[in-house]
């Protein structure tokens, strides 16, 4: 079990969110980014199996202290709209980052939702970590171009997905043609939020296999 941790944003402010620590202190670290509900007990069980898998797990609340009800999508999305996603991943991802770089192992970026545009974003515009998986979630043309990625990537997407739709992740995968970092999509026959045990898309053997295939992305460049 992790606890509720303060840490430093880039501007100097303080900024909030659930820390999950392994057992070794120079274990390397993932940020991880919330759904569009807020750091929820989905999340921070995420970085309480990331806790158990080796990592220190930090989930930065970018929505400052709100969790919206399952139920009620409209205040989800309007909350989700209100966040400023480039400042919050300057600011509060890349503080989240550099406070587990002081353990000095490796930092990772990860993210469902809402956190899946943080986490793609974040690949593009923070060399600060060494890897980012992103789950059903991607920034706009206009917010982020694929072909400036700065780190290893891995996406996660449904097909069934009406919000990060299917035409999105092709688009995004081809503007990924030619980027010399490693990079990988995978495709599930699933609807959005397949990752959540709580919601109603949970889809037992999706979430089963995008978990070992991020932990094998893990691995592999986290260590």
């Known amino acids: 079990m992790g606890k509720t941790t303060?840490?430093?944003?880039?501007?100097?402010?303080?900024?909030?969110?659930?820390?999950?620590?392994?057992?070794?202190?120079?274990?390397?670290?993932?940020?991880?980014?919330?759904e569009w509900w807020g750091v929820s007990g989905q999340i921070t069980g995420i970085c309480d199996k990331l806790a158990a898998a080796g990592y220190h797990a930090l989930a930065p609340d970018l929505y400052e202290g709100t969790v919206v009800p399952y139920h009620d999508s409209k205040a989800a999305e309007r909350t989700m709209n209100a966040l400023d996603f480039r400042s919050s991943t300057?600011?509060?991802?890349?503080g989240a980052a550099l406070t587990l770089k002081r353990n000095g192992g490796?930092?990772?970026?990860?993210?469902?939702?809402?956190?899946?545009?943080v986490a793609a974003l974040g690949a593009i515009r923070i060399a600060d970590f060494d890897a980012s998986v992103c789950f059903y979630g991607l920034p706009s043309p206009e917010l982020a171009n694929p072909r400036d990625?700065?780190?290893?990537?891995?996406?996660?997407f449904a097909r069934k997905d009406?919000?990060?739709?299917?035409?999105?992740?092709?688009a995004?995968?081809?503007?990924?043609?030619?980027?010399k970092l490693p990079h990988e999509i995978h495709r599930y026959d699933a609807q959005h939020g397949f990752m959540?045990?709580?919601?109603?898309?949970?889809?037992?053997?999706?979430?089963?296999?995008?978990?070992?295939?991020?932990?094998?992305?893990?691995r592999m460049y986290l260590g």
């Open 6 to 34: 303060s840490f430093d944003r880039l501007d100097g402010a303080k900024a909030t969110g659930y820390l999950a620590e392994t057992r070794d202190p120079k274990a390397p670290g993932i940020v991880v980014i919330q």
């Open 90 to 94: 300057d600011q509060v991802v890349r």
């Open 106 to 117: 490796k930092v990772g970026l990860t993210g469902y939702c809402l956190g899946g545009i």
């Open 149 to 156: 990625l700065k780190v290893p990537f891995q996406g996660h």
């Open 162 to 170: 009406e919000w990060c739709t299917p035409e999105a992740v092709d």
């Open 172 to 179: 995004f995968e081809k503007g990924l043609t030619g980027v």
């Open 196 to 218: 959540n045990e709580e919601r109603p898309h949970f889809d037992p053997a999706a979430a089963k296999l995008a978990w070992e295939r991020s932990l094998a992305f893990w």
